[in-house]
């Protein structure tokens, strides 16, 4: 490689073909706000049209280091039919995929505040892989000498179960199986476990401890366990734990009722710890609109 900048793209790209291999999703700090991403089954489930953006910058300072932007909306339509939009660019390297998705979810209330949700999702992603941007001592090198640009439909399902206190879900978003070429590996199948509860401590007190459990095939099983304090309903403040990665910090404020902003800083505990990087940062923006029937829906919605 030209430069030692070259040198860890080259090696960041290769471990991102392992992640291909793996669990090529993004990670979300914010995942207890951006369940949408993960299961299909959420839509709708905020009793209002909710609109989400959030964009991560992961390892900021390495050249070529994962960028994530999502946006989505998602509402109610008519009885327990719901749905929902997502728009996710996720970058690492010379590889770019973007991802568009539609979901479609029926809630079925089985009791004061208790609701069970079906969901389907059906999606498209556009990747392009453009390996002839990467510098290289080799002239025509024959691993780098060719771009990649693919279209890969997909479908998902999901399940989830809420109470004003408490939800649990399981989600396969991406049930297809893809082959990208020879060299690069396969996108592998995801399954989502997800769970979160509100433990009221005072009138103006709140706990909310989450988890997201990943599985796939030949990687290891990660967790993300999160643990929020909520005052006032409206001030929050936590830390979280992702296992095989490392730690970090979330804040919040609901700047109306409606309206959340949302700040995370995630630290390394792996080898990334010793090269120079400055941690891996989020920013989220949610906000619920309210009309019609949704008007009358007085219960808080914490997840």
């Known amino acids: 490689m030209k430069t030692i900048k070259h040198i860890f793209s080259i090696g960041l790209f290769l471990s991102s073909t392992l992640l291909v291999k793996a669990q090529q999703d993004p990670m979300y700090t914010h995942y207890m706000y ?18 989400l953006g959030l964009a991560r910058f992961q ?9 994530t932007q999502n946006f989505q909306i998602h509402t109610p339509i008519y009885g327990g039919l719901c749905t929902g939009i997502s728009l996710i660019n996720d970058k690492i390297g010379p590889t770019n995929n973007t991802n568009l998705s539609l979901d479609l979810t ?9 609701r069970l ?42 399940i989830y179960y809420d109470h004003t206190n408490f939800y649990i879900g399981f989600s396969v978003p991406k049930i297809v199986e893809h082959r990208l070429n020879t060299g690069l590996g396969e ?19 709140a706990l909310k401890p989450t988890t997201l459990v990943k599985i796939t095939e030949g990687a290891p099983v990660q967790g993300e366990f999160t643990m929020e304090a909520l005052f006032c309903n409206r001030f929050s403040a936590g830390a979280f734990y992702r296992s095989l990665d490392g730690i970090g910090m979330l804040l919040g404020v609901n700047i109306v009722p409606n309206l959340r902003i949302g ?9 990334l710890s010793r090269i120079g990087q400055f941690g891996s940062h989020e920013i989220m923006l949610r906000y619920d609109l309210k009309f019609g029937k949704m008007k009358s829906i007085k219960s808080p919605r914490y997840f």
């Open 187 to 205: 996108l592998k199948r995801n399954y989502f476990i997800m769970a979160g509860f509100m433990i009221p401590v005072t009138k103006n007190f």
């Open 263 to 271: 700040y995370s800083f995630d630290w390394p505990l792996t080898e």
């Open 34 to 51: 951006n369940t949408l991403a993960y299961n299909p089954a959420y839509a709708g489930s905020r009793d209002a049209m909710s609109f």
């Open 59 to 67: 390892w900021a300072g390495i050249s070529g280091s994962p960028m």
């Open 106 to 114: 029926y809630r079925f209330n089985l009791g004061r505040h208790h």
């Open 117 to 158: 949700a079906f969901g389907l999702k059906g999606g498209l992603d556009f990747f392009n892989n453009n390996l002839s941007s990467v510098a290289t001592n080799e002239q025509n090198d024959p691993q780098f000498n060719q771009n990649i640009s693919r279209t890969l439909p997909n479908v998902g399902v999901g």
